[in-house]
């Protein structure tokens, strides 16, 4: 679940950062979040004003990442992600890099899989469906790292999220 609310949350910010918009969503519940970007930052903030998000994005591969970038992929997103709730910072930012390349989903997932086992990292979780895409959860110490790939109808797509 946790997850699936920060792909959605991604997705948002990435239009809104692109587009350098502001806008209001309001859900069936009444519930509102305003999403605002100006071509390098992002936020997002609930209608009650208690959770807030806020992001910056790049278009380099960062340095400190701890599996490298995926060879001949270009870069979509890299953002990094800092959350208030309540007022309160959520412990550690959250950094969110998407990837695009022509390759299949099983080689890609296969060269994180292997990345992250050779980089101490535990694999937690893992998924395959062929033809579809996959998705991978380690931990290391404190950290968490999600890798999702998917087929496109003109590319493959990957998404790294750092927490």
Known sequence: MKTAVYSFVASIAT????????????????????VS???????????????????????????????????????????????TAGGAATPGAQTIIMLNTKDQPSQI????????????????SSVDTPGAGSFVAASKDTSKLNVSVMASSTDTVISLTLQ
């Open 15 to 34: 239009v809104s950062l692109l587009s350098a918009c502001s806008r209001t969503v309001t859900g069936g519940d009444g519930s509102a979040v305003t």
């Open 37 to 83: 970007g100006d071509g390098t930052k992002i936020s997002l903030k609930s209608g009650d004003g208690k959770t807030t998000v806020n992001g910056s994005m790049n278009q380099d591969y960062p340095s400190s990442f701890p599996v490298p970038q995926y060879p001949g992929s270009k870069i979509s997103t890299n953002m990094a992600v800092n959350t």
């Open 109 to 124: 997932i296969q060269f994180y899989k292997d990345k992250l086992s050779s980089g101490g990292w535990k694999i937690d």
